[in-house]
């Protein structure tokens, strides 16, 4: 399994934009599903955005004009580019790999997980 970790992230003023990264080690993160999710305090873990082998690309439907999923291969490194942040998109932002040859959004089909990164947005 990849191992993942996480940077970027932190405190912007709503409307702002912020961008996460996620580096793989361990393997080629190109080999797997990427996804990022997000969990709220007091909530569960939920899908934010995937990006599959072969260009699939899905958000949720919070996000969905707002956020870009991207990859960089050849730094083995999987990006969330977030504009116009809302207060209710503060969260700890996960990024997950899942070697499921078929897309799925599911928290339970990633079995490798980044340390998770606060981001807060200020009304």
């Known amino acids: 399994q990849v191992q993942l970790v996480q940077s970027g992230g932190g405190l912007v003023q709503a409307g702002g934009s912020l961008r996460v990264s996620c580096a793989a080690s361990?393997?080629?993160?190109?080999?797997?599903?990427a996804g990022w999710f997000r969990q709220a305090a007091g909530k569960e873990r939920e899908f934010v955005a995937i990006?599959?082998?072969?260009?699939?690309?899905l958000y949720a439907t919070s996000v969905k004009g707002r956020f870009t999923i991207s990859r960089d291969n050849a730094e083995n490194t999987v990006f969330l580019q977030m504009n116009s942040l809302k207060p209710e998109d503060t969260a700890v932002y996960y990024c997950?790999?899942?070697?499921?040859?078929?897309?799925?959004?599911?928290?339970?089909?990633?079995?490798?997980w980044g340390q998770g990164t606060q981001v807060t947005v200020s009304s």
């Open positions: 361990g393997g080629s993160f190109s080999s797997y599903g």
């Open positions: 990006n599959w082998r072969g260009g699939l690309t």
């Open positions: 997950a790999a899942s070697s499921r040859p078929g897309w799925t959004y599911r928290v339970a089909d990633f079995s490798s």
